[in-house]
């Protein structure tokens, strides 16, 4: 059996992450991907907290993220709708695209109606369905969502209050199968664009495509970036599972049932990002 026909037998998922490694380790990346330095920390959710939710906070270290639920208005009415948490993969990958698209252009407004449905093509996720409409739905609550940003030193706290985008156009598409309030444009908010423009993290869009179905792997993956070319040649630096398990585990009561969970999706990270020392 050849190496073609192994590949077949595995799982679409297993097939991506092989298929991504071979391509990094043989060639350069040649698309770029970028997300915020703190959004490498602090995580969203990864399930839906549920629509009476209004709140979310995570916490890594001395760093705090927490982001409160938004509304909209509704085109079809002129009424305010409340609009839920972001969670899952979907708005992770669109905090990528938004960054990526800020620094590529160097501007603070992103055009998502063309190049969302790029982005979403360029990275594996059906364009004609499902995933796209869930795509602009988690960016429609990313859009009306305020952020604060939160760092503790000694007894001094900085605090950041802000949104991720000041303004965009909402849309309510008259093909019923697209039904789903959305953007298509948005534009960044000034301190948030102005901060990417000195901590944006680069990441392999290759590396993306594969682990956009998961969550965790996507938080592994970007947070390995930022914090992995930080540590000294030839030095070691130890994290513990209970800062592990604070930072990754939400919805895991147990560390040891997070170690499992974080060890199987960690496994799948290194596969297409063969030069972490880990």
């Known amino acids: 059996m050849d190496a073609s026909q192994e590949i077949a037998k595995l799982s679409r998922t297993q097939s991506r992450l092989i298929e991504a490694s071979v391509d990094i380790r043989q060639n350069r990346p040649t698309n770029i991907d970028y997300l915020h330095t703190v959004q490498c920390q602090c995580g969203l959710p990864y399930r839906n907290p549920g629509d009476e939710i209004r709140e979310w906070t995570r916490k890594q270290g001395f760093a705090s993220m927490r982001i409160e639920a938004g509304s909209a208005i509704d085109p079809r009415t002129g009424d305010f709708v409340k609009l839920g948490l972001p969670f899952g993969a979907k708005p992770r990958l669109v905090l990528i695209h938004l960054a990526s698209e800020a620094i590529r252009t160097g501007s603070p407004v992103v055009d998502v109606e063309d190049s969302m449905t790029a982005f979403a093509r360029s990275i594996g996720l059906d364009t004609g369905g499902a995933q796209l409409r869930e795509l602009k739905d988690q960016l429609s609550k990313l859009a009306a969502a305020t952020v604060r940003f939160g760092m503790v030193d000694g007894n001094r706290a900085v605090q950041i209050n802000t949104q991720l985008v000041t303004a965009f156009d909402l849309w309510y598409p008259d ?39 998961s969550s965790m792997a996507l938080d592994i993956y970007a947070w390995l970036a930022q914090r992995l070319h930080r540590v000294p040649a030839g030095k070691s630096q130890l994290v513990p599972w209970v800062c592990l398990h604070e930072q990754f585990g939400q919805g895991y009561a147990r560390i040891r049932d997070f170690r499992r969970a974080f060890t199987d999706t960690l496994r799948q990270v290194r596969v297409i990002y063969p030069n972490a020392q880990i």
């Open 175 to 213: 093909d019923p199968l697209q039904r789903t309030l959305w953007p298509s444009s948005v534009r960044l908010g000034t301190e948030f664009f102005d901060s990417l423009q000195n901590h944006a993290v680069p990441l392999d869009h290759r590396a993306v495509g594969a682990i956009a179905h």
